[in-house]
Nanobody, 122 residues
């Protein structure tokens, strides 16, 4: 099991940037695939990006490709989501999650953080 705590959210103007962090504890973090998801009010939780345990392989959803980048620092037990060129439609609660295998489905992620709010003003 992995315990996850997101941080770095906030209010930013359109075109700005934010870097979200997800601090993990638990022995299995370094073997876990990590993912970022987001959920806006009244919508389903959407997949954004995932990264392999080693950090060598990543996959980013087409909807944010070129603007969002996932990375991890296993020495710090932390996963990041760099978000650039933010748009008002990026406004949502952002979650990190851990999975034992590669997946783009939220159903495959067993451990979740509490989420961090990102609000992009126009």
């Amino acid at each position: 099991q992995v315990q996850l705590v997101e941080s770095g959210g906030g209010l930013v103007q359109a075109g700005g940037s934010l870097r979200l962090s997800c601090a993990a504890s638990g022995r299995t973090f370094r073997n876990a695939y990590m993912g970022w998801f987001r959920q806006a009010p009244g919508t389903e939780r959407d997949f954004l990006a995932t990264i392999s345990a080693s950090g060598l392989a990543t996959y980013t959803a087409d909807s944010v490709k070129g603007r969002f980048t996932i990375s991890r620092d296993n020495a710090k037990n932390t996963v990041y989501l760099q978000m650039n060129s933010l748009k008002p439609e990026d406004t949502a609660i952002y979650y990190c999650a851990a999975s034992p295998a590669y997946s783009r489905s939220s159903k495959e992620y067993a451990d979740w953080g509490q989420g961090t709010q990102v609000t992009v003003s126009s």
